[in-house]
């Protein structure tokens, strides 16, 4: 006879006691690119990552990181733009070019089967694009044109502001204006590309069914053809200065909704706090039941969402918390936010409430593994960072055990309202 659910009874509990992350195989390449390998699955799908760090930020030539990689496949000495798109889509495969602080990415997902086809088009848009003027014109009136709508959103003009305060005139405060486009010339863009564009910049992350056969091509292709520059890419970055102003005020008369961004310079993942400080935000505002949740969108009404959250750099991080409320209440939302983060500083989170946190960031570390592109992207957290896989066996442990007296120190450490770059864009 067999068993039948009883629907009266909950699921069983348990604890997560540990995370098990794949680890990769790594393989130099003989022009200095490294090559790390994910081997999992049962799918004859790979994707496979090419990642650059940004070259030295220039005040003066703000966009040549975010114009450079986002102009990749915009034409080649051989392809143009819809011909390099046609090879792509010809094979089922997907070519995407993402632009991020530190690292710019080409990314191919392709069946194993294709590769022999694929692997070229990659190969020519990272060895022979040209940036064609007339893309280049095309690309910067697009993105002209988006930054005049994006502008007329108060969250963007909070981000921005805030941004550009904690880190200045580096590429993590970056607030392009309008006309900062028309700064852009082909001739640094290509000379921004061979700079940066070199194997001994680039580091190969390939997730999924891996077989050998697959590495022979991967190496073929990207070692013997491939060259480095006679310079080095230049990759330090300008020190991070936090602006002296730490309010900022943007009006808008007729807006219904006031953008709140507030939040000062913060540790990374590197420092030793790094996870219990984790905890603390995530009591604050890193979850949907978090206490900015419950309090200014659930017992208040002020806005439909609110969070909190922290940013890592290598330059250290930020933590920021992030709304929008209705405009006649945008004081009195500052208030009952300065409110939350002095009762992390004076009272003991409860035990069910410290609890519930652990559960849900271990669950969704968890749950975030769902396949071996997951297990990679956990690697690029490390190994950007200059850590090791010691660091989430840490972060387990530290969620599992951290004690409310402990974070009642940290909230007391790090948690200065009075320390708080704030911003507010509509009516205040």
Not at 116 to 145: A, G, H, W, Y
Not at 336 to 361: C, F, G, H, Q, S
Request: with cysteine.
């Amino acid at each position: 006879m067999t068993n039948t659910l009883n629907r009266t009874l909950a699921p069983e509990f348990r604890a997560i006691e540990n995370i098990n992350l794949l680890r990769p195989e790594k393989k130099s390449l003989a022009n200095g690119s490294e090559i790390f390998c994910f081997n999992s699955g049962d799918q004859e799908l790979v994707r496979i990552e090419w990642i650059f760090n940004n070259l030295r930020f220039d005040p003066a030539k703000p966009l040549l990181n975010m114009a450079a990689n986002t102009m990749l496949t915009d034409g080649t000495a051989s392809l143009t733009a819809a011909e390099i798109a046609d090879k792509i889509d010809f094979y089922g495969a997907f070519l995407s070019v993402d632009y991020g602080f530190e690292q710019s990415l080409v990314t191919l997902y392709s069946l194993t089967k294709h590769l022999d086809k694929t692997l070229p088009v990659v190969k020519d848009i990272l060895t022979n694009s040209i940036f064609p003027q007339k893309e280049l014109e095309t690309f910067i009136r697009n993105q002209q044109q988006k930054l005049q709508v994006s502008l007329q959103k108060n969250d963007v003009v909070a981000r921005r502001t805030f941004n550009k305060a904690l880190y200045g005139d580096t590429i993590y405060g970056l607030t392009a204006e309008v006309e900062t486009y028309n700064t852009l010339q082909r001739e640094d863009l290509l000379v921004h590309y061979e700079q940066m564009y070199q194997p001994s910049n680039c580091t190969v992350i390939i997730a999924g069914k891996v077989e050998q056969k697959a590495l022979d091509l991967l190496a073929a292709t990207f070692e013997s053809e491939w060259k480095n520059q006679p310079a080095a890419a230049d990759i330090t970055q300008p020190k991070v200065n936090h602006a002296a102003e730490h309010f900022y005020f943007v009006e808008k008369p007729e807006a219904l909704q006031s953008a709140i961004r507030m939040g000062l310079p913060f540790i990374n993942r590197e420092h030793s706090d790094f996870p219990a400080v984790q905890v603390l935000n995530t009591v604050l505002g890193g979850y949907f039941g978090s206490r900015l949740m419950n309090n200014i969108r659930e017992d208040k009404g002020y806005t439909y969402g609110i969070g909190s959250g922290i940013t890592s750099y290598k330059q250290g991080g930020a933590l920021f918390i992030a709304t929008e409320v209705g405009a006649d209440v945008c004081k009195a939302a500052t208030v009952e936010i300065e409110k939350e983060i002095n009762l992390l500083k004076t009272e003991l989170i409860p035990d069910d409430e410290l609890a519930l946190v652990r559960n849900y960031m271990l669950g969704s570390l968890l749950g975030s593994l769902e396949n071996v592109f997951s297990h990679a992207d956990k690697f690029k957290n490390l190994y950007f960072s200059g850590l090791d896989y010691a660091y989430y066996d840490r972060y387990t442990q530290i969620v599992k055990t951290v004690t409310a007296d402990e974070l009642l120190k940290l909230a007391n450490q790090y948690l200065n309202f009075d320390q708080f770059y704030k911003v507010i864009v509509g009516k205040y």
